[in-house]
């Protein structure tokens, strides 16, 4: 009659055992780094679709705009609109790629233009930066409708979407 268990049979249940963790470690393993990309994904989605949401309040609510184009074939969105988020004072919204092709939205309380970019300009002015590594920003109207198609290609993702003005 056994009543304990021998070496042998402890080293087996010790070995299956650290097998099974192993396998167990992998998978949560594997798990953590799948949360991971999925998480930068949805981050990624979400960011892009607070950028239409910002550009197509802007167009909605806009009562004059204006678009120029930059030597680099980029544009430059200005509009004035009551969609402000920073001072309400703000009438003005200027869309524009920086020379680190950066995009920017710039609220502030004059149209800009290169007389007024000085410090005090700058100083009644709230700049977000909402993308980096922009390759192309383009806005075109839709003839004859009060629509918009707004193209921003990053090199993480393309934004196409069309947008509606109730000028």
Not at 100 to 122: A, C, D, G, H, P
Not at 139 to 167: D, G, H, N, R
């Amino acid at each position: 009659m056994k009543k304990a268990f021998t070496l042998t049979e402890v080293l087996i249940s010790v070995a299956l055992l650290s097998i099974i963790l192993i396998f167990l470690m992998r998978l949560l393993d594997n798990t953590k780094k799948t949360e991971t990309v999925f998480k930068k994904q949805v981050e990624n989605i979400t960011k892009y679709d607070n950028i239409k949401e910002f550009i197509s309040k802007d167009f909605l609510y806009a009562k004059s705009i204006n678009l120029k184009k930059t030597k680099d074939g980029d544009h430059i969105l200005q509009l004035e609109t009551s969609n402000v988020y920073y001072d309400i004072t703000n009438k003005y919204v200027t869309y524009l790629v920086s020379n680190n092709n950066s995009l920017y939205r710039v609220e502030s309380k004059k149209q800009i233009n290169k007389k007024n970019t000085n410090i005090s300009f700058l100083e009644n002015t709230n700049i977000s930066k909402l993308i980096d590594d922009i390759e192309y920003f383009r806005v075109s109207k839709i003839e004859k409708t009060k629509a918009y198609f707004v193209y921003i290609k990053s090199k993480q993702k393309e934004l196409m979407f069309t947008t509606v003005s109730i000028l």
